[in-house]
């Protein structure tokens, strides 16, 4: 499959045929929709809200938002971003009722702290990790807007991002760009391993344990259905470091995977790894 | 671009994000356009603590509109009083810029607004 965020930059490739294409697919339509619903589900908003729409494009989600009924939540009120003209084009002659602003995600978010209660973006935070000139770097476009945007929400806010990741590096890239900026940071994959898998990024900003939740990610998706939770943080102190005894059995393992990982031929670990030989007389 | 959305606007410039001069935005050759949109009550009382008032008082008198009490309404006052909510209504929501400038009082650079879609895009230099 064809990647437009290998080939152009999303302002130039977002012109007006492709933008008015974007718009009237039914299929994209119909995808758009049904991931800012989930994105809905993962933000758990109970009363209406200010929302951040980055990448709004069209206004396709933001409709969505406008549109919710009250026993559901809403109706929210939205405030989008998009770096291509053509897009927010489209979305005035749509008529969609979010305040819509031309700007470039990576070159920040313009909104004092503490603004939003929430924020979603479906499929734009990909086309972070390209750098169009030779002065920004996908790293500084992803920390600017990672930082901008964990100023630009309240306190116990959350964001949600669907995202198309190239690859698995790209994947950790942003993750980590969004950890290091301070959010609790999660991945929830829908279907995974197939072709239509859609990754979501949930960010919650501190103090998120409302209800006596979790205040990352195993919180948002707590009580959800069809949901394996795989948390590979490391668990307490059992792993840390300064606690594994030098010379012991964990220790001769650790430093054989390590081994292991560098290449190198290691003899297999087997029940006599790390025991004493017998005294010999 | 809602009077609302205004109030949480700062300048993009990197060297702004210091400074107390770059919030808020002043609006410059404004053309205001009223749009009748339906009252939601909960989001406004939802919103109203965020809302910097005196920034709030600063953009009303430059959009010309009459002085607004010195101290925000508060949550109860603004759910008993139905008149109060109508105003804050029409203030924050229905009233809009349609076309002009947006120019931060520190570093004096110009965001125009075009059809209500205000243009944040910076030269890289500044960002």
């Known amino acids: ?281 | 671009m809602k009077v609302l959305t205004l109030n949480f606007l700062t300048c993009a410039v990197k060297d702004c994000k210091s400074s107390n001069n770059s919030f808020p935005l002043h609006p410059k050759d404004a053309e205001l356009v009223y749009d009748d949109l339906e009252i939601n009550p909960q989001l406004l009382v939802n919103v109203l603590p965020r809302v910097d008032w005196v920034a709030l008082r600063t953009t009303s008198t430059e959009l010309g509109f009459p002085e607004l009490p010195e101290q925000p309404p508060t949550v109860e006052e603004l759910e008993s009083d139905e008149k109060m909510l109508q105003d804050l209504h029409k203030l924050l929501m229905e009233t809009q810029i349609m076309e002009g400038k947006l120019v931060c009082g520190n570093c004096g650079h110009e965001y125009a607004i075009r059809e209500g879609i205000a243009n944040f895009l910076l030269p890289s230099h500044l960002v």
Request: charged share 25%; aromatic share 6%.
């Open chain 1, 1 to 281: 499959m064809s990647r437009p965020e290998d080939t152009l930059a999303a302002d130039v490739h977002y012109d007006d045929v492709e933008a008015r294409k974007y718009t009237t697919s039914s299929r994209i339509k119909n995808i758009q929709a049904s991931m800012t619903q989930r994105a809905l589900e993962l933000l758990d908003l109970s009363s209406p809200s200010l929302i951040l729409d980055v990448g709004c494009g069209s206004g396709l989600s933001g409709e969505i938002l406008s549109d919710l009924s009250p026993e559901e939540g809403g109706p929210h009120v939205w405030v989008g971003m998009d770096v291509s003209g053509s897009m927010l084009d489209v979305a005035l002659q749509r008529d969609v009722e979010g305040d819509l602003f031309l700007a470039d995600m990576g070159q920040g978010v313009p909104f004092r702290a503490g603004t939003f209660d929430a924020a979603i973006s479906i499929s734009a935070i990909q086309w972070l990790c390209n750098a169009e000139s030779s002065d920004t770097s996908p790293a500084g476009r992803l920390s600017r807007f990672f930082n901008g945007l964990y100023a630009s929400l309240k306190r116990g806010g959350r964001a949600v991002c669907q995202f198309y990741p190239k690859n698995d590096a790209q994947k950790k890239m942003i993750t980590s760009a969004a950890v290091k900026a301070g959010f609790g940071a999660g991945l929830l994959e829908d279907d995974p391993e197939t072709k239509n898998v859609k990754v979501y990024l949930v960010l919650t900003v501190g103090g998120g344990a409302t209800s006596g939740k979790g205040s990352d990610i195993t919180g948002v998706v707590e009580g959800m259905e069809g949901v394996d939770v795989l948390d590979n943080r490391r668990k307490g102190k059992s792993a840390g470091r300064g606690e594994i005894k030098k010379g012991s059995k964990i220790w001769i393992i650790k430093k054989k995977e390590q081994m292991e990982r560098k290449g190198k031929i290691v003899k297999a670990t087997s029940k006599f790894t790390g025991r004493k030989r017998r005294v010999q007389f």
